[in-house]
């Protein structure tokens, strides 16, 4: 065995183990800003968000320097870590915003999402704000929660696909089956910025938010 091997071996993992942590980080966060509700835990965890990328970030460009001086003695292992890397920020910049990945997330999701719409159509949500409600099935929603407007007109809501540092990528509901406007979903923290609305089905709309 190579000599070098055994330190790309655990350079490969500690990339790895990094890059779980902080995916897990960033959809269980929202959890710990759920149940503590405050804006002293929400600038704490944002503080403790930025903290993570900062690191990861650090801890990437170690490895990615140790890997280019390496790179002769540690051949195509030098991929590993370079592709981890990738997916890692990929998912965070890139992805979710993706119209393959809307489409997944509401295939995936399509009947927990349907079951929500009508806990908010006959008022069994939990409610915390004024059109702000927590969502029964956590994966319908990136936060954890859901922004509605429910009248005897129509029913429209928003589900955060991915909530991410430049944008977010939503679903839209809309119980009407006339086409939808950027300027229908004058609530929640998203009253400006939809747009890229694409149908996805009936009552259904794909969008992105940048911030």
């Known amino acids: ?21 902080l995916l ?16 002293g835990a929400s600038a704490a965890m944002g503080l403790l968000c930025y903290a993570f990328v900062f690191l990861y ?24 870590p370079c592709v ?7 998912f965070f910049t890139y992805i979710p915003y993706t119209g393959v990945y809307q489409r ?11 079951v929500t719409i009508q806990m908010l159509r006959t008022n069994t949500l939990v409610q915390t704000d004024s059109d702000e409600f ?8 990136h936060t954890g929660k859901i922004y509605a407007h429910n009248s005897n007109r129509d029913t429209k809501a928003i589900f955060t696909i991915y909530r991410g540092f430049h944008k977010s990528s939503i679903l839209l509901y809309t119980s009407s089956t006339d ?3 950027e300027n229908a979903y004058n609530f929640g923290p998203y009253e ?20």
Do not use: C
């Open 134 to 141: 927590i969502v029964p099935y956590r994966l319908t929603s």
């Open 1 to 21: 065995m190579n000599k070098t091997q055994p330190k790309i071996l655990g350079t490969i993992l500690i990339i790895l183990i990094a890059s779980i942590a």
């Open 24 to 39: 897990l980080f960033d959809f269980f966060m929202w959890d710990a800003l759920n149940a503590f509700d405050n804006p």
């Open 192 to 211: 400006t910025n939809i747009a890229d609305i694409k149908k996805l089905d009936t009552y259904w709309y794909t969008a992105n938010i940048e911030y």
């Open 104 to 114: 997944t997330y509401f295939a995936l999701e399509k009947n927990h999402l349907n």
């Open 57 to 80: 970030a650090l801890l990437t460009m170690i490895v990615m320097g140790y890997v280019i001086v390496r790179i002769k003695q540690i051949k195509l292992f030098a991929l590993i």
């Open 179 to 181: 086409d939808i406007r």
């Open 84 to 90: 981890i890397i990738a997916l890692t920020v990929l």
